[in-house]
């Protein structure tokens, strides 16, 4: 069974740019959040969506943003780029049996 | 604000010894807390503890949950180089359209020297 795959792995923009990040959860489950961890915030929640509906969100400015599809998979999107939104994101999807949170690699923004 | 605080935030041990990691959290609707190992790449799954006094374990691994007075410790015996890691704390709350996203701590620096 494929794990969450998260792409792409790493990418490079500049500020004021927008950039899109997909995440494909394990088949089967239909909850999917991300989170973007950074070395002196650590991880911390954006959002999480179900069904195609978000049914929670973070602390987080209007320029983050997400959707679900109806396979499940999952973008986020991050408008007008600052140095700041430098870091990992993390998708994780969510076992429906136990709950449990299965993470993807994490895709590694660097703004410059 | 609801708050997960993890104790120490680094630690440096020799291989064979015992370490206890400590977090503690002030959340409203508690549903669970987590605990989750990550080296270089993704956070992977060690324990989850809903239940008070229960103690959960895997190997050399095990944690607890004390509800009253709000933390959960874990203990990993015998360690290996392998154990070294970030161990991530994180506690899910119940909201009123299903369960939130999860409150992290910053995490325990595990370094183990052999």
């Known amino acids: 069974k494929a794990g969450v795959t998260q792409t792409p792995r790493y990418l490079i923009k500049t500020r004021g740019q927008q950039v899109t990040l997909s995440c494909s959860p394990i088949s089967g489950h239909r909850s999917v959040s991300w989170y973007q961890q950074t070395p002196g915030q650590g991880l911390q929640f954006l959002f999480e969506?179900?069904?195609?509906?978000?049914?929670n969100k973070g602390n987080f400015p209007g320029r983050f943003s997400g959707r679900q599809f109806s396979n499940s998979r999952s973008e986020m999107n991050v408008s007008t780029l600052e140095l700041g939104d430098s870091a990992l994101y993390l998708c994780?999807?969510?076992?429906?049996?136990?709950?449990?949170?299965?993470f993807g690699e994490g895709s590694r923004l660097t703004v410059l | 604000e609801d708050k997960v605080v993890q104790s120490p935030l680094s630690l440096v041990v020799h291989e064979g010894d015992t370490v206890t990691l400590n977090c503690s959290y002030e959340v409203t609707n508690f549903r669970s807390l987590l605990w989750y190992k990550q080296e270089k790449k993704a956070p992977t799954f060690l324990f989850m503890l809903?239940?008070?006094?229960i103690e959960k374990k895997s190997g050399r691994l095990s944690s607890i949950l004390d509800k009253k007075e709000l933390f959960s410790i874990l203990n990993i015996t015998a360690t290996q180089t392998g154990d070294s890691a970030v161990y991530l704390c994180?506690?899910?709350?119940?909201?009123?359209?299903?369960?939130?996203?999860?409150?992290f701590g910053k995490g325990t620096h595990l370094i183990i020297q052999p």
């Open positions: 969506y179900f069904s195609e509906t978000q049914r």
């Open positions: 809903t239940s008070s006094g």
């Open positions: 994780a999807s969510r076992e429906p049996n136990t709950g449990e949170l299965f």
């Open positions: 994180a506690v899910e709350f119940w909201s009123g359209g299903g369960a939130d996203g999860l409150t």
